[in-house]
């Protein structure tokens, strides 16, 4: 692919940018990306590690941004007690002193997490076929819950009837499989 800013050179950078629903992708060379440094750098590197994503993606998160309430008042920094770690230096390192860091600061990275992994905050995992029926059914059950909640919410009461239906005849397998014994 050739760099979409100076139409020369082979893109090795490739990514892309979403405003108000927009998507936008960019494709450049190494040079035109390092003209271009202050659009695309990462807390002022030019390279892209995991880390610097973490990290610049945990200071766009309005939730993470201190607001001082009493300019008198000093704030209370929280600190892990094994590494002394605060939630400050992790975001400008962008990973964790120690196992104990994500007890201490699981309140700060929740809304992270949830919007990293599209809204789920556990690990749902994935279960073989052959020998997960009682598994998949639950789990099916499980999303066309959460479904007709959402569609109740949203007054979509014909759709979340078909849901209904669903998650019975689903609860019937599940009943039959459990007698048959599997």
Do not use: W
Not at 2 to 22: D, M, V
Not at 155 to 169: N, S
Not at 173 to 181: A, V
Request: with cysteine; glycine share 8%; net charge neutral.
């Amino acid at each position: 692919m050739i760099c979409s800013e100076c139409n020369q050179r082979p893109a090795t950078l490739h990514f892309s940018k979403s405003i108000n629903g927009t998507k936008t992708e960019f494709h450049l060379c190494e040079q035109c990306a390092a003209e271009n440094g202050e659009l695309f750098m990462i807390n002022g590197s030019s390279g892209l590690s995991i880390n610097s994503l973490l990290a610049n993606l945990l200071n766009i998160e309005p939730s993470f941004q201190q607001i001082k309430q009493n300019p008198y008042k000093k704030e209370e920094v929280l600190q892990c007690s094994e590494c002394s770690m605060t939630f400050p230096q992790f975001i400008k390192i962008g990973r964790f002193g120690c196992p104990n860091c994500y007890e201490i600061f699981k309140e700060q990275l929740r809304p992270v997490l949830k919007r990293l992994h599209g809204g789920n905050m556990e690990h749902k995992g994935k279960v073989p076929e052959r020998i997960g029926g009682h598994i998949l059914i639950k789990k099916d059950i499980e999303k066309l819950k959460e479904e007709l909640k959402d569609l109740i919410n949203q007054e979509e009461f014909e759709k979340a009837a078909e849901i209904r239906d669903q998650i019975r005849h689903k609860e019937k397998q599940l009943s039959t499989l459990s007698q048959g014994g599997e």
